[in-house]
């Protein structure tokens, strides 16, 4: 009973999406290991789901560097992982400017671009990983399963 009673005053003493995360098991360094399929993003509310005909929506974590395609352009930051692999903090990134040929990859880009940096909290399992910042937008990511490098 102690017990409960300790982690319930710990999750409700502290930031709540921190305290949740490091309750889980994922890691931020599980992020290297993977190409990451950017599947949706949610911000205040609303939900935007990558279609499936946005063949080029992924994420690769290198050394400090995320770079992938989200979109039709190529984008890069540099990452930063934190707090024993629960945080990783994103620096504002780049993109290459070419004209892409849907409407959807444009939009699907223009919000990635604008919102992806800050701290994320990560959080997932062996299926899925989100990534959590502070203000409620999150992303979430599966492995590949493409052979593409």
């Not at 509310?45 to 989200?70: H, K, M, W």
């Not at 930063?80 to 994103?90: P, T």
């Amino acid at each position: 009973m102690k017990k409960i009673f300790f982690v319930l005053w710990f999750l409700c003493c502290t930031n709540k999406l921190f305290a949740i995360e490091a309750l889980l098991g994922v890691s931020a360094y599980t992020l290297s290991k993977y190409r990451w399929e950017v599947e949706l993003m949610n911000m205040g509310g609303y939900e935007v789901i990558v279609p499936y005909d946005v063949e080029n929506a992924y994420l690769t974590f290198s050394g400090s560097q995320v770079r992938g395609i989200v979109g039709c352009n190529n984008f890069f930051a540099n990452y930063q992982i934190q707090g024993g692999g629960k945080i990783l903090l994103v620096s504002p990134g780049g993109v290459t400017r070419k004209m892409c040929a849907s409407s959807a990859e444009s939009q699907i880009e223009a919000i990635f671009t604008r919102i992806f940096e800050g701290r994320f909290a990560v959080v997932g399992n062996d299926e899925m990983v989100e990534l959590i910042r502070e203000d409620g937008f999150r992303i979430r990511l599966i492995p590949s399963v493409t052979i593409e490098p």
